[in-house]
């Protein structure tokens, strides 16, 4: 497989955890999917639906990044990119760990064992929570300004990254149609930098590989 066919997937895979991402955030508007939820709320349908496509969207963005980080490693945000890049997966694979208890743990205690709810945040389930929290924050900060800095993929890419990483995480500790919406502003800024970034991924490369072709043929002319 070509690089240009890895870049065109790795924009594909953004472009679909973006859209999954804006689908996840949207059920935040009729769901409390924060720490304080009722046991009702957690067997729900929609509590499992909003995570599992929390979830995919999670994978999806991740297969990307490696593809959105090489494309901007010429510029000069390589090194503040790189660490970005790194805490942004690293809290990534909290968040899907997290992701996958209240998906498959939490609607199992809710309907058993309800007191036993809050005791699991207290645990060491509190060390992913606020883990992917705080990478959530400091990681797309980092991005965002290497993405600013580099000069490679649009400059709003980067500020939409760390609107993004400010505004995402307050429904996780807080409930309310008002928080849902500021929430759901966070996400769709993160939805609208990746599917952006997916969109340069899936046609530059295609065009640098349609060019190169013609190129070799006027040097042989």
């Not at 959105?68 to 809290?91: E, K, S, T």
């Not at 760990?97 to 609607?107: D, E, L, N, R």
Request: charged fraction near 5%.
């Amino acid at each position: 497989m070509s690089s240009t066919q890895l870049f065109r997937l790795s924009g594909i895979s953004l472009l679909l955890g973006a859209v999954m991402s804006v689908f996840a955030g949207v059920t935040t508007l009729f769901l409390d999917s924060s720490l304080s939820a009722s046991p009702t709320t957690i067997q729900s349908s929609l509590w499992s639906t909003f995570w599992s496509l929390a979830f995919v969207g999670i994978v999806l963005v991740l297969l990307g990044l490696p593809a959105l980080y090489l494309h901007q490693a010429r510029g000069r945000g390589g090194v503040v990119g790189l660490i970005g890049v790194f805490l942004v997966v690293l809290g990534s694979f909290l968040g899907m760990a997290t992701t996958a208890y209240f998906v498959s743990i939490a609607p199992l205690l809710a309907a058993k064992a309800p007191h036993l709810i809050n005791g699991g945040y207290e645990t060491s389930l509190a060390v992913f929570g606020i883990g992917a929290t705080v990478l959530g924050i400091i990681g797309p900060l980092l991005l965002g300004m290497a993405i600013i800095r580099a000069k490679v993929f649009p400059w709003l890419v980067g500020l939409l990254l760390m609107v993004a990483g400010v505004l995402s995480p307050v429904t996780t500790f807080s409930s309310g149609v008002l928080f849902a919406l500021i929430g759901l502003v966070g996400i769709v800024c993160a939805a609208i930098a990746y599917g952006w970034v997916g969109m340069i991924l899936t046609t530059q490369h295609n065009v640098a590989g349609a060019e190169a072709p013609s190129s070799v043929q006027a040097a042989l002319r």
